[in-house]
Every structure is written in C-alpha cells, then in structure tokens.
C-alpha cells in the first residue's frame, strides 16, 4: 500500500474505501468496550437511536473482506499484470512487501506491549513464543493470535496472500528460463503459503483472487443496473454473514454454510465494484487529499487501535445506558485511536518509500518498480 500522501491520488474513492473500511473494524471494536451486551443495555435506552447505532457500527468483520478484496485489487492486480508482461521482479516485490507489512508491524507491536504493560501493571500476559509467533506471520497457524490486539488475525491472511501470489507470479513469468532449483523453491514457498491459508481460512484467499481479477483485467464501464446489483449483493453478503453471528464468538456447524456463502458474495460484490470505484475522479481536490491523507495511515489504524482501547477500558466499567454522555465518551476513545495512529504513522509509515529505494539501491542491481 502507499504510505507517504500523494495529493493527487488515481483513485481517491480507493483512498477513501481503504480508510473506512479500517475506521469501520475500529467502530465495531470499540463497541463492546464501552457499553454492555445489548441484551445487558437498560430498557430505556434500546430505542431506534441505540439501534440503529449499534446496527450501522457492527459489520467490523465485513470490512475486512473489503481489506482483502482491495489488496487483491491493488496488490494481486499488479502482480497479474507483471507476470504476464514479464516484467515480475521477485527481489522487488519481495523489499516492497516486507517494507509495507513490518515497517508498521514492529511499532505496532511495541505499542500493543506498552498498552499492556500499563494496562496490567506488569508484562503482557502473552508468552513470548507467541509475540515472536505474531511477529513472524504465524498466529492462527502454529500460535493463538495476541490476546490484546486480534485484529492481527487478518494480518497472517495478507501475508501469506502475497507470498503465494508472489511464488505464482515468478513461476509463471520465468516458467520456461528459471533452472529447476529456483522453480522448486517457488513451488515449495507457493505450497507452504496455501498450507497456511488451508489452516486460516481459505475463503478469504479467494476473496483476494476475486480482486486480484478485478485489477487485472480491462475495466470496460458498468452500467448503471449492473452496479445497482453489485451494490445490493454486496448487502446481501453483509447480511448472510451477520445472520450467522461470527463476530459473536465461533461459528456452529449449520452456519458455516451461510458465512461461507456471504463471504463468496460479498467478496465478488466487491471485486465487482471496485474498478468503478477506481474510475470515478472527483470534482473537489480537497475531498481527494483529504482522502489520500487518511488512508495514508489506514494500516496503522488497524494494527493499533485494539489495545489502545483496550487501555482505555480501563477508565471506566462499561456503560449499561446509551446516552449523549457515553456517546461522546465513545467518540473521544475514537479520535484518541485515530490521533495515535496518525502520529506513528509519521514515523514508521510515511519514510516507507526512502527506505524502500534504499534497500533496492542495496540489495539490488537494477530491478523497476511492481506493486505500490
């Protein structure tokens, strides 16, 4: 992904898409840390405003599909391309793709511990294996996601999308030239990653294929009908997932069916939608450097804002009533999640292109640029 704001971004509604849906995972988080159940909520505050409040807020998991399905578009789009041009560097994609994942990764991990060790008065409960497990992209493979930032769980998913999309990309571009151990190492790296993604959860793989199509392929204009049915199959995918209650705790067996079917429609409803979206410039430069700025720091949003609110639980029990109180209280924990993200992401995100170049004018001879 692009870090460093560009003012005037190609696509400024895929800006937008990628920072709401982070902003969206952060409302649905922040929820039930600051109010109860709403079967726990008083009586008197289980009006339509509550409702339909806590109604809009809930998708969290649905836009994380919109997460894979947008790195497949962006991500998988451009590795498609490049392999059928020939022009697939692995040693490119390889800096491009740790550079964008451990470069927030690590600080974000730092924070997670900070927050914990105040939270707790002490180390994070977690073992070590399993931070170093979370750090190496394991977690949901071979060790428990970390119990103070789960949003990390998806984060496993994107990383062994692009080394199986990358393992293929190179396999298909250097099919015929490679010597055979090369061809074997990307065989064994493809097979490694889609034995992980077997032990996560496949469908999301094909979410991020569906995507990575989308991208690849000449956007002829869709009309006006074909995008109203997009539009309301991506609903529908949204609401065959939310009957099941996964973001409630485990699914039972009779409703992996259903979360599989929403998730397969609402990924291709997606796919669908974004070379729209991706073709539609807009009127007001404001709107689209506004954008570009926020999804600038979209990714450490999501790594960040867990066990931020984790700590701010602290300040308070959670509120049993839904009033204007608790929902200031509720959009100050927000803003303070946003400010935190957006500062780090100074730091840590904003340099990624310089420490990019840097480590291609190191670690490489002369290789063109890939995927953002």
């Known amino acids: 992904m692009r870090p460093a704001v560009e003012p005037s971004s190609p696509a400024p509604l895929l800006d937008w898409a990628r920072f709401l849906a982070a902003f969206w995972v952060l409302l649905c988080h922040a929820r039930p840390e600051h109010w109860v ?90 073992p070590g294996y399993v931070w170093l497990g979370n750090l190496v992209q394991l977690q949901g493979v071979a060790v428990p996601v970390l119990s103070a930032n789960s949003p990390l769980w998806s984060l496993a998913y994107e990383v062994w999308f692009y080394v199986l999309g990358g393992a293929l990309a190179w396999g298909w571009t250097r099919r015929t030239a490679a010597p055979w151990g090369p061809r074997v190492l990307a065989l064994g790296l493809a097979l490694l990653a889609l034995g992980c993604l077997v032990r996560l959860e496949l469908v999301y793989f094909v979410c991020w294929l569906a995507g990575a199509w989308a991208g690849a392929r000449v956007r002829a204009p869709l009309s006006r009908p074909r995008l109203g049915a997009a539009a309301m199959a991506a609903v529908l995918g949204v609401a065959l997932r939310q009957a099941t ?13 259903l979360f599989l079917v929403g998730t397969l429609v609402l990924g291709g409803a997606v796919a669908v939608l974004l070379p729209a979206l991706a073709s539609i410039r807009l009127s007001s430069g404001f709107i689209a450097r506004l954008g570009a700025r926020l999804a600038a720091f979209s990714f450490t949003l999501y790594l960040t804002h867990a066990p931020i609110l984790l700590l701010l639980r602290e300040c308070h029990a959670p509120h049993a009533a839904f009033t204007g109180i608790s929902l200031l209280e509720f959009l100050a924990k927000i803003l303070v999640c946003l400010v935190a993200a957006w500062g780090l992401a100074l730091l840590v995100e904003r340099p990624t292109p310089r420490v990019r170049a840097w480590l291609r004018d190191r670690l490489l001879s002369s290789s063109p640029p890939t995927a953002r």
């Open 245 to 257: 209650g996964e973001d409630q705790g485990p699914l039972v067996a009779a409703s992996r069916p």
């Open 37 to 126: 159940a709403w079967t726990a909520l008083d009586p008197e505050s289980r009006g339509w405003p509550a409702r339909l409040f806590f109604l809009l807020i809930r998708p969290g998991p649905e836009a994380v599909v919109v997460f894979f399905v947008l790195s497949g578009f962006l991500v998988g789009g451009r590795l498609v391309s490049n392999a059928r041009s020939g022009r697939f560097s692995v040693g490119v994609y390889a800096i491009d793709r740790v550079s964008r994942i451990f470069l927030p990764l690590v600080p974000a991990l730092a924070v997670t511990a900070g927050c914990e060790t105040m939270r707790l008065g002490g180390w994070p409960a977690d």
